[in-house]
């Protein structure tokens, strides 16, 4: 899964892009919200972490226009503003979900994947489609009820195909949920990490969509 932290505050900024690239998300980061507003009209993200006091342009003036474009990405709005009336403002803008700082980092990541749960359709805490199942919360996998052990990368392309059965992603797709800005891409990486995951999960567990890229099938 591929997220937009918007932070100004360096230290929080940096202590947030570590924990998450540790959970094998890929992370972009910005400083501002004229930045925000350029890398959101520019890059598709499965989530968007955004501080409100932000330089150049305020963190609800870009949420606003996030919702005007009726983009539909999640928010998760993180912000020391800890008023009754500002967490109303936020949340009537179009925020998903708020979070005030200090905030508790074990926190910030169950509310992410809560809001990814939602953003996929989904309630049930792990994924389980055809005898394979994925625990986000914990990062386990297994085949059958027995364990398998995924790469970061291999589960950065299963989980959004298993998130939504019958959805077809194409390897563009795929890719970007795999890099951020600062890493490099490998012209057959996605078709790598598919093979991988075929011999671990099964043949017939993510399809080829011939022209289109790769599902999970419904059935």
Avoid: C, F
Wanted: charged content about 30%.
């Amino acid at each position: 899964m591929r997220l937009l932290l918007v932070e100004d505050d360096t230290m929080i900024g940096e202590a947030v892009l570590d924990l998450l690239r540790a959970e094998h998300y890929a992370v972009d980061w910005v400083k501002d919200g004229e930045m925000a507003e350029t890398a959101l009209r520019t890059q598709a993200y499965d989530l968007l972490l955004l501080d409100l006091g932000l330089p150049r342009r305020d963190g609800l003036e870009v949420l606003r226009a996030l919702r005007a474009r009726k983009d539909r990405t999640p928010v998760l709005i993180t912000t020391a503003r800890d008023a009754v009336a500002q967490r109303i403002e936020g949340l009537d803008a179009g925020a998903d979900d708020y979070v005030l700082k200090p905030y508790d980092l074990d926190e910030l990541l169950a509310r992410i994947r809560a809001l990814l749960r939602r953003a996929a359709g989904r309630a049930e805490p792990v994924y389980e489609h055809k005898g394979v199942a994925l625990n986000p919360a914990t990062r386990e996998a297994s085949v059958g009820g027995q364990p398998v052990v995924l790469s970061a990368r291999e589960w950065a392309v299963l989980e959004p195909l298993i998130a939504r059965p019958g959805l077809v992603l194409s390897r563009a797709q795929l890719e970007e949920k795999l890099y951020g800005w600062r890493d490099g891409v490998s012209s057959n990486a996605v078709e790598v990490y598919i093979h991988g995951l075929r011999k671990k999960l099964g043949a017939d567990v993510i399809l080829n969509v011939r022209g289109l890229g790769y599902m999970v099938p419904k059935a």
